[in-house]
């Protein structure tokens, strides 16, 4: 992060008084910290601070300190003086929940995706680090802002969801000197983690279904959450989010999916990989996106057909035979 982008970023805060904090859709715990670590900050600049996301917040991050403050809306009445755009890669991942030219007189787009677009007014985009936290964190030091307690536990929440607490290959020692420098300010880690992998009968429930119809060819590793899945067990969408690395974490398995039926009756596909293989472009194939070892995207298709047309994708591009063959595989589903 440049001296420019620092300077550049306190002067659009110094000269708003009003300003949209927001992030992608289907919002995850490194938007949410990182923007729950911003309210906090300007809220006690005397700014008007809102943090609206298209999608609900998830319920895994209701303990965090201002969590009540982050609102959801499908479209936003009025206007701003600042908007700043967090973890998205083009703007298009927000939700069209503004009119950006219309209602906001500067934007910040702050991210650390490849491929970003650059599509704000102010661009803070670093794809080599590990969490847009990293990024917030270096904002607030140089800019010379204290970080208390409340902005520590939610930085370090963008941290450990961003690096699988710490087990991917994103984590640095510039994460590990960071999360150090959070933990003396008072940040318990044992406590934050007891929150955001915790588990509840009824998502244990649905753990037990989604591990019934694991399945395993070669190096691939994947399983489904439908609609029916989510009613009978009595567990909200948002407690699914770490079933992914279950499944990443089986030795074999160095690309895993999770496809998941949403309200709208398409499959979110998520993906996480290990030893090198890129995700990222798997999920630019369904107009998705992300990052090389965890990606996603969402497919207008039936759970059957979006499971053959990823797998299919996937098995091309790891080359583990001709197509033939892998559709040999597929008869056995």
Not at 51 to 80: A, C, H, M
Not at 101 to 118: A, F, L, R, S, Y
Not at 227 to 255: C, P
Not at 281 to 300: D, E, R, Y
Request: charge should be positive; glycine fraction near 8%.
């Amino acid at each position: 992060m440049t001296e420019k982008e620092i300077a550049s970023f306190g002067n659009i805060i110094n000269n708003s008084k009003k300003i949209l904090i927001t992030t992608h859709i289907n919002p995850d715990g490194d938007g949410i910290g990182s923007g729950l670590a911003l309210i906090h900050k300007l809220k006690k600049m005397n700014k008007e601070v809102h943090f609206i996301n298209r999608d609900l917040l998830p319920k895994i991050y209701e303990f965090l300190p201002g969590s009540k403050k982050v609102k959801n809306q499908k479209k936003i009445k009025g206007n701003y003086d600042a908007a700043i755009i967090l973890e998205c890669p083009e703007i298009e991942r927000n939700g069209n929940i503004i009119d950006y030219k219309k209602q906001v007189k500067t934007t910040v787009n702050i991210d650390h995706h490849m491929g970003n677009t650059n599509f704000a007014d102010i661009n803070i985009v670093d794809p080599k680090a590990a969490a847009v936290g990293i990024q917030i964190f270096k904002l607030m030091k140089g800019l010379g802002w204290e970080i208390n307690k409340e902005v520590a536990d939610c930085i370090y929440v963008s941290i450990i969801t961003d690096t699988g607490s710490f087990r991917y290959s994103n984590t640095t020692s510039e994460v590990h000197t960071i999360a150090a420098e959070l933990l003396d300010i008072g940040v318990d880690p044992d406590f934050i983690a007891s929150e955001v992998y915790a588990t509840t009968k009824n998502s244990t429930r649905l753990f037990t279904e989604m591990l019934k119809r694991l399945k395993v060819i070669k190096n691939v590793g994947w399983s489904f959450i439908t609609k029916k899945m989510l009613k009978e067990s009595g567990a909200h969408e948002s407690e699914t989010d770490n079933f992914i690395n279950t499944i990443r974490a089986i030795k074999e398995v160095e690309v895993a999916i999770l496809f998941k039926e949403n309200n709208e009756g398409n499959i979110k596909a998520s993906f996480r990989s290990k030893n090198g293989i890129d995700v990222n472009l798997i999920a630019k194939k369904f107009g998705g996106g992300g990052h090389m070892h965890a990606s996603g995207c969402v497919i207008k298709e039936s759970m059957k057909k979006a499971e053959k047309m990823v797998l299919t994708e996937i098995f091309k591009y790891l080359k583990n035979g001709k197509k033939n063959e892998d559709n040999k595989m597929f008869k056995k589903f």
